[in-house]
């Protein structure tokens, strides 16, 4: 019994062996192709912000989309410098939108674009369309072409940097509160 046992092990075996030594050689012959798609995928988030005047901002990222959140009381006019940071494997389009009763947005303008690092295509450096920002909802501010040449969504050195200047004007001394939400379209 034992002796019919390996017969049937050994023969096994050579069928495996055999099957293997088949389909290695169509695979040589046959080749192989392999077809892949990358989702495109644009993210956005916010370096830290700087206020000046009276106010403050707060911030909340998710994904293509940034909310920014001013509040403050009296009838100073902050200004905010938001850096944007956009990381794409596609072209992109970020628009906006401003939500406020108690404020008003007097100007959203785009003061510098720069690249952070050896990730990114000179070529979103060089050929990015600043929008002239109107009062409509929603605006477009900015449109370019792919940014990040590799990396991850938080690698320190694959995000293009477009900095913002946002002014808001309270309509009165009181306590005021506005919304300004960026997102990829």
């Given at each position: 019994m034992p002796g019919d046992l390996f017969k049937h092990i050994g023969g096994l075996c050579v069928?495996?062996?055999?099957f293997t030594v088949v389909s290695s050689v169509e695979a040589q012959t046959a080749?192989?192709?392999l077809t892949t798609t990358v989702s495109e995928t644009v993210l956005l988030s916010v370096a830290p912000?700087?206020?000046e005047g009276e106010g403050r901002a707060e911030v909340v990222s998710s994904g293509n989309t940034?909310?920014?959140t001013f509040s403050g009381a009296g009838a100073g006019?902050?200004?905010i410098r938001v850096p944007l940071l956009v990381r794409s494997n596609t072209n992109f389009?970020?628009?906006g939108r401003f939500e406020s009763d108690t404020a008003q947005l007097t100007q959203l303008s785009v003061t510098n674009v720069r690249a952070t690092g050896r990730l990114v295509s000179t070529a979103a450096v060089d050929n990015v369309e600043v929008s002239e920002v109107d009062a409509s909802n929603p605006f477009v501010v900015i449109t370019g072409p792919r940014v990040s040449l590799g990396g991850t969504h938080n690698s320190?050195?694959?995000a293009l940097q477009i900095t913002l200047l946002v002014r808001i004007k309270p309509d009165s001394v009181g306590r005021w509160l506005a919304?300004?939400?960026f997102f990829h379209d």
């Open positions: 069928f495996v062996w055999l080749g192989v192709t912000t700087a206020v940034v909310r920014l006019s902050p200004v389009k970020i628009s320190p050195n694959n919304h300004v939400t």
